[in-house]
């Protein structure tokens, strides 16, 4: 595609509900990664995809988090039992192949809210 | 651990002054540094990388420099627009990391007024 694709642009769910966020990379992008931006502070990085598998999952802060990748595209991060301070905007952003000289191109972002 | 800080938080200056932001980062051993530009309600913008063994780069009317044995680099914005209203964000990559995670400041809100 043209560019990074994020759905939804915004979700709003109650505390304790199980949640789904989507990730389009750039076609050919073989890196993917998920970051978290709360309100007033930089993105913090979650967790990076090289192709299907999760090779690095440093940054996901618990284990109600979870993302998949599994065909090497499209990619799903998936939070259970939703707390009120998960409430942020997730991006996504993708990369040709995950080198150090590679631009990171971001999605707009996903803004979840926890009642 | 490393931690990235911007100064100041929010700046704001009328159109056609020269402006200057600034991130500074704790562990000098990175492998590069970027400076995104955020606009509401969209993702990040890249503007400018630079390389750990670069000293600046540049486009159009912006000037990254890097000073990495102490820590620092500035945004310079010349001549200064109100389109240049965005939230600036300055990010590095860890020397010797296993991936090119990007490690964030908190960014600067600028408000260029006409």
């Known amino acids: 595609g043209a560019g990074v694709s994020q759905t939804p642009s915004n979700k709003v769910t109650e505390k304790g509900k199980y949640v789904e966020l989507r990730c389009d990379p750039i076609?050919?992008?073989?890196?993917l990664y998920w970051y978290r931006q709360s309100l007033g502070q930089g993105p913090e990085f979650l967790i990076y995809?090289?192709?299907?598998?999760?090779?690095?999952d440093s940054g996901l802060p618990n284990d109600r988090f979870f993302a998949v990748r599994p065909e090497g595209s499209v990619s799903t991060l998936k939070i259970q039992r939703t707390e009120r301070g998960d409430s942020a905007v997730y991006l996504c952003?993708?990369?040709?192949?995950?080198?150090?000289?590679?631009?990171?191109?971001f999605g707009p972002g996903t803004r979840l809210t926890v009642l | 651990k490393q931690e990235v800080t911007q100064i100041p938080a929010a700046l704001s200056v009328p159109e056609g002054e020269n402006l200057v932001l600034n991130c500074s980062f704790t562990?000098?051993?990175?492998?590069?540094l970027q400076w995104f530009r955020q606009d509401p309600g969209k993702g990040l913008t890249s503007l400018l990388l630079?390389?750990?063994?670069?000293r600046e780069q540049t486009s159009g009317r912006l000037n990254a420099s890097l000073d990495k044995s102490s820590g620092r680099s500035t945004l310079y914005i010349a001549a200064s627009q109100p389109g240049d209203s965005a939230t600036y964000l300055c990010?590095?990559?860890?020397?010797?990391?296993?991936?090119?995670?990007?490690?964030f400041g908190t960014g600067t809100l600028l408000a260029v007024q006409p």
């Open positions: 952003a993708s990369s040709l192949a995950g080198l150090f000289t590679d631009t990171q191109y």
């Open positions: 076609s050919g992008h073989t890196a």
């Open positions: 995809f090289q192709g299907t598998g999760a090779a690095d």
């Open positions: 562990d000098s051993a990175i492998y590069n």
């Open positions: 630079i390389q750990s063994s670069q």
């Open positions: 990010a590095v990559t860890r020397y010797g990391g296993a991936t090119n995670k990007l490690i």
